[in-house]
Nanobody, 124 residues
Framework: QVQLVESGGGLVQAGGSLRLSCVVS????????MGWFRQAPGKERVFVAV????????YYADSVKGRFTISRDNAKNTVYLQMNNLKPEDTAVYYC?????????????????WGQGTQVTVSS
């Protein structure tokens, strides 16, 4: 049974930082490309960042480039999202997702497994 469990969300003031974690079990993490997506209230789920399993290449949405950093620790089956200089518009439920492919996919449909999400709220 595949499980992706996110943690690290919370309430933070604008300009602050949070680090999200996603622990993966039930699939080969070292061969999984990992993505972070987010969904704000009343809006669609959108791509945030991805790290490939081959070469650990990273890609980011323009809205978070320079502020967020995705990383992975294969020994811990964990992917991280370091979020700095947070803005109110970053408020959303953040989801991690996994896929078999080695490219940096940005579409929801390209991912096989999803976590339950963790809430991030940024106050102004």
């Amino acid at each position: 049974q595949v499980q992706l469990v996110e943690s690290g969300g919370g309430l933070v003031q604008a300009g602050g930082s949070l680090r999200l974690s996603c622990v993966v079990s039930g699939r080969t993490f070292s061969r999984s490309t990992m993505g972070w997506f987010r969904q704000a209230p009343g809006k669609e789920r959108v791509f945030v960042a991805v790290i490939t399993w081959y070469g650990s290449r990273t890609y980011y949405a323009d809205s978070v480039k320079g502020r967020f950093t995705i990383s992975r620790d294969n020994a811990k089956n964990t992917v991280y999202l370091q979020m700095n200089n947070l803005k109110p518009e970053d408020t959303a439920v953040y989801y991690c997702a996994a896929r078999m492919g080695s490219n940096g996919a940005t579409e929801i449909s390209q991912y096989d497994d999803w976590g339950q999400g963790t809430q991030v709220t940024v106050s102004s």
